[in-house]
């Protein structure tokens, strides 16, 4: 008899026992890491209140629904909105810095076709009131730890500045919807996109191949010496963040001043995680110095979330690779 199939949701799957023993590995030893570092888990609902997360300025929710009072509801497309809004409700006069850990899915939108996932498991830290370079010199320590507990090996982390690039954009008279446009095809990493629409602003040539050349700027701490002018106060905040890292975390370390992150509330040093094993990031974080105002409690913060699939998919290409 022919088994019945019954889909499921594009950018979902079905995880079975011998993979969920591997990936339940994976998290205990991150979470054995947090733990050891001083970071207490929690946990906050699948659904927000869409509103609330609006008000934290990341993704936009893809899917909704309305409870039985008439409220919009919303899956959480990250976990780092829902902790600034826990922090300022639950820890509203805890004295900082405060150090969270979580375990817990995240659900955006997909294109179809694209491979992309519409749910996924993130592990993650939100530092609270820790201000940069030391707070975000500690996060990347953390990360770190995580990484090598879980027996990664090739792995890069790629460090810039999110103020970087805008205020480059911004010392060259260019308006807020250019500068809008411009970030959009840089977090794609689309360089064809992002030369045409510097085309478009009627710059001179010396300008519009400085706006094109520095996000494509990438290497060791000697980079940075050659990024002076407007730059100066963003590459110097990472050459002091760096200074503050052990030599096996800064070894990891790779200068990126292009790199831009999709969550619209990065204030400074932005970073993601990559691996020869997989074509894209495994993670990723920064600093939001902003967020946590929105939701009450001016604090500035650092944080970042490992997705567990791809860190999974990432350990099996490594042992693909050192077998015989």
């Not at 022919?2 to 995880?15: A, C, K, L, M």
């Not at 976990?79 to 375990?103: D, K």
């Not at 027996?151 to 890069?156: A, N, Q």
Request: glycine share 12%.
């Amino acid at each position: 008899m022919r088994p019945q199939i019954h889909p499921i949701p594009s950018g979902t799957r079905d995880v079975l026992p011998d993979e969920m023993r591997e990936l339940r590995d994976i998290t205990e030893a991150v979470r054995g890491i947090f733990e050891h570092d001083g970071y207490g888990e929690v946990w906050t609902p699948a659904l927000e209140y869409e509103n609330v997360l609006a008000r934290g300025g990341g993704a936009p929710p893809a899917y909704r629904v309305m409870d039985d009072h008439g409220e919009v509801l919303a899956l959480r497309t990250d976990m780092t909105v829902p902790i600034a809004r826990l922090v300022a409700t639950r820890f509203a006069a805890a004295e900082p810095p405060l150090r969270l850990c979580y375990f817990g899915h995240a659900y955006r939108g997909v294109r179809p076709h694209r491979g992309q996932m519409r749910e996924f498991l993130q592990a993650g830290i939100e530092l609270v009131g820790a201000p940069g370079p030391e707070g975000t010199a500690e996060a990347l320590t953390v990360l770190h730890h995580a990484l090598d507990a879980v027996g990664l090996r090739g792995f890069r982390i790629g460090l810039g500045d999110a103020s970087l690039y805008p205020m480059l954009l911004r010392s060259h008279g260019v308006g807020s919807d250019d500068v809008g446009l411009l970030m959009d095809t840089l977090v794609n990493r689309d360089f064809v996109a992002l030369e045409a629409a510097i085309g478009r602003l009627g710059l001179d040539d010396d300008d519009a191949e400085l706006l094109l050349r520095v996000p494509q700027i990438r290497g060791g701490p000697d980079v940075l010496a050659d990024a002076g002018g407007p730059l100066a106060d963003a590459v110097g905040g990472l050459a002091r963040l760096y200074e503050l890292l052990a030599p096996e975390v800064a070894a990891r370390v790779i200068f990126d001043l292009g790199l831009v992150r999709k969550m619209g509330y990065y204030t400074g040093a932005v970073f993601d995680v990559y691996d020869p094993a997989l074509g894209a990031p495994l993670g990723g974080g920064g600093r939001y110095d902003d967020l946590l105002g929105r939701f009450g409690r001016p604090l500035p913060a650092v944080g970042f979330a490992l997705t567990i699939d791809r860190l999974h998919i990432a350990l099996t290409g490594e042992e693909k690779v050192v077998q015989p």
